[in-house]
């Protein structure tokens, strides 16, 4: 396995990023996930853009899109995988101890891992835990997700594949990895980004090609709802047929299928969308 550490691709086993790099230190870093099918990315300029967002909301300098373009393309005609995740990761770079940042500049990794195709519906939990729609960080995809990591092991453990998370104020917010749609008499909704959720580019994609709404909606619409869906970069449009101790008289139901089926059409066509 290569993969690319700041200027150029390395061999996993041997690629050293300092132990005082801040991302490791702190958590002072961002990323992004996406898919690759036979080596072609999804959607690469959305994630670039988010990327900068993401670099900007932290004080990082701007990523080069060039360079993680470049970069990108070296890792995957380096690892050739039918269907892969490849992670960038962008940090504060070496620096001190404490929560103030170094004069290293950033560093870069882009990485591949193999995927296989998520099943069409899943299990969620709710957690107790709440997403912060005000916090410094929100909205930014950063790689302090050590909160992501306890709610998610807590869904692992009560057999599911996500948790959802409400937001200070109890309204549905996200998952830990993916955002949440429900089907009210036939309407798709999903949070607004006030809610405090990432602006997934799977939710912006479904929402442009499904007409879903951006609507407030309390935690415990989960237990009403007819239908529910997750998205994300590697779920897609994926069904929902349990919320706690909840089942789901269909998934996919039929306005899920139909979401389904469109967002399948729709990125088959236009892989930059
Ligand atoms: C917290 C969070 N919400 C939502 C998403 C979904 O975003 P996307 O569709 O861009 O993958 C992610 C991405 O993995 C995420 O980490």
């Given at each position: 396995m290569k993969i690319w550490l700041d200027d150029g691709?390395?061999?996993?086993e041997t690629a050293r990023v300092s132990v005082f790099d801040h991302g490791l230190t702190v958590g002072?870093?961002?990323?992004?996930?996406?898919?690759?099918?036979?080596?072609?990315?999804?959607?690469?300029?959305?994630?670039?853009d988010r990327l900068t967002l993401s670099a900007r909301g932290l004080g990082l300098?701007?990523?080069?899109?060039?360079?993680?373009?470049?970069?990108?393309?070296?890792?995957?005609?380096?690892?050739?995988?039918?269907?892969?995740?490849?992670?960038?990761?962008?940090?504060?770079?070496?620096?001190?101890?404490?929560?103030?940042?170094?004069?290293?500049?950033?560093?870069?990794?882009?990485?591949l891992g193999e995927s296989s195709p998520r099943p069409d519906s899943t299990a969620v939990i709710t957690v107790p835990w709440t997403r912060n729609?005000?916090?410094?960080?929100?909205?930014?995809?950063?790689?302090?997700?050590?909160?992501?990591?306890?709610?998610?092991a807590r869904a692992r453990a009560h057999g599911a594949s996500e948790a959802l998370f409400a937001n200070t104020v109890g309204q549905l917010c996200e998952g830990t990895g993916s955002n949440v749609f429900v089907?009210?008499?036939?309407?798709?909704?999903?949070?607004?980004?006030a809610s405090g959720c990432l602006a997934g580019i799977t939710r912006a994609l479904t929402v442009?090609?499904?007409?879903a709404k951006e609507t407030d909606l309390p935690l415990d619409v989960l237990e009403r709802a007819d239908e529910v869906f997750l998205t994300s970069t590697?779920?897609?449009?994926?069904a929902v047929h349990r919320v706690d101790a909840r089942e789901l008289p269909v998934a996919p139901g039929p306005v899920t299928a139909k979401a389904m089926r469109v967002f399948e059409e729709r990125s088959g066509h236009d892989l930059d969308p």
């Amino acid at each position: 396995m290569k993969i690319w550490l700041d200027d150029g691709l390395q061999d996993t086993e041997t690629a050293r990023v300092s132990v005082f790099d801040h991302g490791l230190t702190v958590g002072d870093g961002i990323f992004e996930t996406l898919k690759a099918v036979d080596g072609r990315l999804f959607a690469l300029t959305r994630h670039l853009d988010r990327l900068t967002l993401s670099a900007r909301g932290l004080g990082l300098p701007d990523p080069d899109h060039d360079e993680v373009r470049r970069a990108c393309a070296a890792v995957l005609e380096a690892n050739p995988v039918p269907l892969g995740r490849l992670r960038i990761t962008y940090t504060g770079g070496h620096g001190p101890l404490g929560s103030d940042r170094g004069e290293h500049g950033p560093t870069l990794v882009v990485a591949l891992g193999e995927s296989s195709p998520r099943p069409d519906s899943t299990a969620v939990i709710t957690v107790p835990w709440t997403r912060n729609e005000r916090g410094a960080l929100t909205g930014l995809k950063t790689t302090s997700y050590a909160e992501n990591v306890v709610a998610l092991a807590r869904a692992r453990a009560h057999g599911a594949s996500e948790a959802l998370f409400a937001n200070t104020v109890g309204q549905l917010c996200e998952g830990t990895g993916s955002n949440v749609f429900v089907v009210l008499d036939g309407e798709i909704h999903t949070p607004p980004l006030a809610s405090g959720c990432l602006a997934g580019i799977t939710r912006a994609l479904t929402v442009q090609w499904t007409g879903a709404k951006e609507t407030d909606l309390p935690l415990d619409v989960l237990e009403r709802a007819d239908e529910v869906f997750l998205t994300s970069t590697l779920r897609d449009v994926q069904a929902v047929h349990r919320v706690d101790a909840r089942e789901l008289p269909v998934a996919p139901g039929p306005v899920t299928a139909k979401a389904m089926r469109v967002f399948e059409e729709r990125s088959g066509h236009d892989l930059d969308p």
